[in-house]
Nanobody
Framework: VQLQASGGGLVQAGGSLRVSCAAS????????MGWFRQAPGKEREFVVC????????YYAESVKGRFTISRDNAKNTVSLQMNSLKPEDTAVYYC???????????????????WGQGTLVTVSS
C-alpha cells in the first residue's frame, strides 16, 4: 500500500488543523493505521492509532482529549483532527499502515510496514 499524507500547515496555538492520509490499493481495510510525529532534533513518537475496522483507537497521553482519529474504509482515508494545538505539537506527522493480525492497533512504530512521506505541522506561540 502507498500512503500520501496531506493537510499540514501553520497554525497559531489554540487553533485546529486536520491532516489526512490517502492510501492506494484495494486492501486498506485490512490495515491498522497509525499517526506518528517527529519534532526537530527528537525521536519519532507515537500519536494515535485506529484499528482496521475503526472500532477502537489508542491515543498518546500528550494528545488525548485534543486529537481525534477517524478512517473511511470506503474512501481509503484516515484523518487526524487536531484541536487546541500547542507549540510542542510542531512536528512532521507521518501516517503508517500495519498489516499485522492482532485485533488492536499498536503504538510501536516497529509494527508498521508502510509509511507516508510526512506532512509538516507548525504551531506558533
Amino acid at each position: 500500500v502507498q500512503l500520501q499524507a496531506s493537510g499540514g500547515g501553520l497554525v497559531q496555538a489554540g487553533g485546529s488543523l486536520r491532516v489526512s492520509c490517502a492510501a492506494s490499493g484495494p486492501t486498506f481495510s485490512s490495515y491498522h493505521m497509525g499517526w506518528f510525529r517527529q519534532a526537530p532534533g527528537k525521536e519519532r513518537e507515537f500519536v494515535v492509532c485506529i484499528s482496521r475496522r475503526g472500532d477502537s483507537a489508542y491515543y498518546a497521553e500528550s494528545v488525548k482529549g485534543r486529537f481525534t482519529i477517524s478512517r473511511d474504509n470506503a474512501k481509503n482515508t484516515v484523518s487526524l483532527q487536531m484541536n487546541s494545538l500547542k507549540p510542542e505539537d510542531t512536528a512532521v506527522y507521518y501516517c503508517a499502515a500495519d498489516r499485522g493480525f492482532q485485533d488492536v492497533c499498536s503504538s510501536s512504530q516497529y509494527n508498521y510496514d508502510y509509511w507516508g512521506q510526512g506532512t509538516l505541522v507548525t504551531v506558533s506561540s
